[in-house]
């Protein structure tokens, strides 16, 4: 049987589960064959939470919850090509990109860590894996992030239309695409993790359905101030972030502490907005068209809110171009390993700000 198929598994900042795309990127455009999401359970995500900090016996914790993801990866992968019809020995590999507990992209010094035990996962499944896609471009200088835009550019980039690609997970990034110029890129900050985070401290909802809760907060001005007032937002690109920065902790120095919960929701939601539209009024000048993908755009308030400070723009969801904004990053990580397999760069140093173009990733064969 010819392998033919790649597989993208997507577990991203916002701890919600894993993305599991099958897809056939032999035609253009590429083809989403198959989706399946499987939520983590609560356990499992405060386990991973409690990771992004140093704590107690923390090398067998992380060695512990690699397994236990590679094995709901592993079932998640079975599980999508079993509904499929479609044998393990179709596909050429899984591009997985694992639970990232710490991203510290320092110069010279820098580190990034995604769990998953890759040996155990192709073990279990029986699939090439291609997973640790982040490091190298490190490695190189980069910021190890975004790594989507090179993926944005292969499927969505025209040669006539100015085009953002704007995901809000967890965090979120942009990609410009300007006919006219290199593809840039970067993390310009929180997308739904801190709303998340604020929504379950108070509500105890792991999400801000539809952004209700926040719709019935008011923004608070200086608190809106003091949280875009963070260097973070200001500094130019390349740039990438994550919890390690935007956290409770960091909401929380920077409150006085009486305003009320809803009016936080409003304002977390605020700089969200204010800080995607900034990026893109500083950074993709002449931008016609805007396009949302991640849980974030699931979120109509947060979508209004954006579409009002867009001025004119159009903005919409990639559903528009193709791919359902659920699916975007998990297509992006299959097709970034098969930038892996054929020995093709994965990296943009646009994006990134890496010496060079790297191959991305390390392959554990089947
Ligand atoms: N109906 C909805 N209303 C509001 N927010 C939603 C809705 N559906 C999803 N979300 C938000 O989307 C988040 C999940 O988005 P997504 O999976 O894109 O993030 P992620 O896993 O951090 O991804 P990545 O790091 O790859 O960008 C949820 O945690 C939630 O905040
Ligand atoms: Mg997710």
Excluded at 9 to 32: C, F
Excluded at 150 to 174: L, P, Q, T
Excluded at 351 to 357: E, I, L, P, S
Aim: glycine fraction near 10%; charged fraction near 15%.
């Amino acid at each position: 049987m010819e392998a033919t198929y790649y597989i993208g598994l997507m577990s991203g900042t916002s701890l919600d589960g894993v993305d599991v795309v099958l897809v056939d990127l032999r035609t253009t455009p590429p083809l989403l064959l198959g989706t399946h999401f499987c939520p983590y359970n609560n356990d499992l995500r405060e386990a991973l939470l409690s990771l992004h900090q140093s704590d107690y016996d923390e090398l067998h914790r992380a060695a512990m919850l690699s397994n236990q993801l590679s094995y709901l990866f592993a079932e998640a992968t079975t599980g999508l090509l079993e509904s499929a019809g479609v044998f393990p020995e179709q596909i050429i590999a899984i591009g997985c990109h694992g639970q990232t507990i710490r991203h510290c992209p320092e110069p010279d010094k820098g580190y990034t860590i995604q769990l998953v035990n890759a040996a155990l996962l192709a073990e279990l499944t029986r699939i090439t894996v291609v997973t640790d896609l982040r490091s190298r471009d490190i490695a190189a200088g980069g910021q190890g992030a975004p790594l989507v835009p090179a993926f944005h550019e292969a499927v969505f980039k025209k040669s006539d239309c100015h085009r953002v690609i704007v995901n809000i997970g967890g965090i979120a990034n942009i990609t410009n695409l300007d006919p006219h110029h290199f593809v840039t890129g970067f993390d310009c900050g929180p997308g739904n993790v801190l709303m998340d985070a604020w929504c379950l401290q108070h509500i105890g909802k792991i999400y801000d359905k539809n952004g209700l809760w926040a719709a019935t907060g008011q923004v608070v001005p200086a608190l809106l101030d003091a949280l875009l007032a963070d260097p973070f937002f200001a500094h130019k690109p390349p740039k990438s972030t994550g919890r390690d920065l935007f956290n409770l902790h960091w909401l929380e120095q920077k409150m006085r502490g009486s305003e009320s919960p809803e009016n936080v929701q409003a304002t977390l939601l605020q700089v969200t907005v204010m800080s995607i539209s900034r990026s893109i009024h500083t950074y993709c000048l002449g931008a016609e068209e805007i396009y949302i993908c991640g849980g974030g755009g699931h979120n109509s308030f947060l979508m209004s809110q954006l579409t009002e400070v867009m001025q004119g723009k159009k903005v919409a969801l990639t559903d528009r171009l193709g791919i359902t904004i659920d699916w975007v990053e998990a297509f992006a990580f299959a097709w970034l390993a098969q930038q892996a397999i054929l020995r093709k760069a994965g990296n943009l140093t646009g994006v990134t700000g890496a010496k060079g173009g790297r191959i991305l990733g390390a392959i554990y064969p089947a």
